[in-house]
C-alpha cells in the first residue's frame, strides 16, 4: 500500500464533514478547483495534487479541533471534496497479502 493509499485509509472526519463533501462531489472540477485551492497556476498529477491536498485538510483540520477563529468550514469541506475526487483517480492499490 502506498503512503498516499494508507494516508486515505487512515482519514477520520465527523461525518458531517463527509456528507457534505460527497454531495459536492459531483460539482468537481479538477483544472479549476485544484488551482484555487492548491494556489497553483496549472493542476499537479494526481500525485502531487492528493499529497498537497492531505496536507491542508490536516491542518484545516488540527484549526477545526483547536476551535480556532480563523477556520474555514466551506474550505475545508472544498478541500475533501478534491481529496475525494483525486483519490478516486489514483490506480488501485493491490491488496496486503496475509502470508
Given at each position: 500500500?502506498?503512503?498516499?493509499a494508507?494516508?486515505?485509509?487512515?482519514?477520520?472526519r465527523?461525518?458531517?464533514l463527509?456528507?457534505a463533501?460527497?454531495?459536492?462531489?459531483?460539482?468537481?472540477?479538477?483544472?479549476?478547483?485544484l488551482?484555487?485551492?492548491?494556489r497553483l497556476?496549472?493542476?499537479?498529477?494526481?500525485?502531487?495534487?492528493?499529497?498537497g491536498?492531505l496536507?491542508?485538510?490536516a491542518?484545516?483540520?488540527?484549526?477545526?479541533r483547536a476551535?480556532?477563529a480563523?477556520?474555514?468550514?466551506a474550505?475545508?469541506?472544498?478541500i475533501?471534496i478534491a481529496?475525494?475526487?483525486e483519490?478516486?483517480?489514483l490506480?488501485?492499490?493491490?491488496p496486503?497479502?496475509a502470508?
Open positions: 500500500m502506498t503512503d498516499l494508507r494516508r486515505l485509509t487512515e482519514l477520520r465527523p461525518r458531517l463527509i456528507r463533501a460527497r454531495l459536492g462531489l459531483g460539482e468537481y472540477d479538477r483544472a479549476r478547483d488551482r484555487r485551492l492548491l497556476p496549472v493542476a499537479p498529477a494526481t500525485p502531487r495534487a492528493l499529497a491536498l496536507a491542508e485538510e491542518a484545516l483540520e488540527e484549526t477545526r476551535g480556532a480563523g477556520y474555514s468550514l474550505r475545508h469541506i472544498d475533501l481529496v475525494m475526487g483519490a478516486r483517480l490506480p488501485p492499490t493491490p496486503l497479502s502470508t
